[in-house]
């Protein structure tokens, strides 16, 4: 089992204590939905399930909840920062059915034909070889288990009316996305990608949110000004530029006749067969 990232794979949004905050209006925005689909297909109760890169646990805690103290969930992550803030509160809320390990996603150490179920949420679209995690993920799964995956769209990102603030910030992070060498409409691609690592019959389901105001309509407002000091170091945009993004994207969040679509999340799920 490797723990490194491989050459190319880096996150580059903030971890642990300081994305805490970030990643829980994330869930506030996309969780809903999430967790309706999940429920829809059927998370089995007593069931052994794996959450591959479960960021602060915002999602391992919700399985652990449905799988109840007879089930079992592994929730793995690459950093160190993220487990540890994801255990703090599943301590907190008294949750004993998780483990938690630190591992890559290419190469998770879990055991083979295993899982009842295999998770994911916005992962891939992180990696420069998503297909090789998909296989990973596709290998801790057992016979006739279920492996899903929630991705990203960024192309659903926009405002209507539309405005140059929310153009470029989409342009932006799409070139950005380019030079990393990931790709951020994976998500559009997940049934394909599932059928090439062997799983059967795919179905797919889009999320898409829509907010006319609050927090949750800043979101990848906030997400953007995470990853500017890259864009700046990228050359891709400079300081000044950024402040006038700021107090245009600003504008956008207190205009309540703007609605901000946030980017689509495409949801995809298989059974391994049997």
């Known amino acids: 089992m490797t723990i490194e990232a491989v050459a190319g ?10 994305g805490a905050a970030r990643l829980a209006l994330l869930d506030s925005v996309y969780g809903p939905d999430a967790m309706r689909i999940m429920t829809a297909i059927g998370i089995p109760p007593g069931g052994c399930v794996a959450d591959i890169g479960c960021g602060t646990g915002n999602t391992t805690r919700w399985l652990a909840n449905k799988v109840g103290p007879r089930g079992q969930v592994t929730a793995v992550d690459i950093s160190a920062d993220q487990l ?32 009842d179920m295999v998770h994911c949420r916005l992962l891939l679209c992180h990696l420069v070889r998503p297909l090789d995690a ?4 596709a290998a801790i799964t057992r016979p006739g288990g279920l492996l899903i995956c929630f991705d990203l769209d960024i192309t659903g990102l926009f405002s209507f009316p539309a405005t140059d ?3 470029r910030l989409q342009a932006l992070l799409a070139s950005h996305n380019r030079l990393r060498g990931i790709d951020d409409t994976l998500g559009l691609n ?4 599932f059928r090439e690592v062997g799983l059967v019959d795919p179905d797919i389901a889009f999320i898409h949110p829509v907010y006319i105001r609050g927090e949750q309509k800043r979101l990848w407002e906030y997400s953007f000004f995470e990853t500017s000091p890259h864009l700046v170091g990228s050359g891709l945009t400079a300081d000044a530029e950024l402040k006038q993004l ?11 006749t703007i609605s901000v679509a946030q980017a689509r999340m495409p949801a995809a799920w298989a059974r391994k067969p049997s």
């Open 9 to 18: 794979d880096r996150y580059i949004l903030a971890t642990g204590v300081e």
């Open 84 to 115: 540890a803030v994801a255990q703090s509160i599943a301590e907190v809320e008294g949750l004993g059915n998780i483990h938690f390990a630190r591992a890559n996603a290419y190469d998770t150490g879990l055991p083979r034909d295993h899982f």
């Open 134 to 137: 998909l296989r990973e993920m």
């Open 165 to 167: 603030c929310y153009v």
């Open 190 to 193: 997940l049934p394909r990608l």
């Open 246 to 256: 700021s107090a245009a994207l600003a504008a956008v969040a207190a205009d309540e």
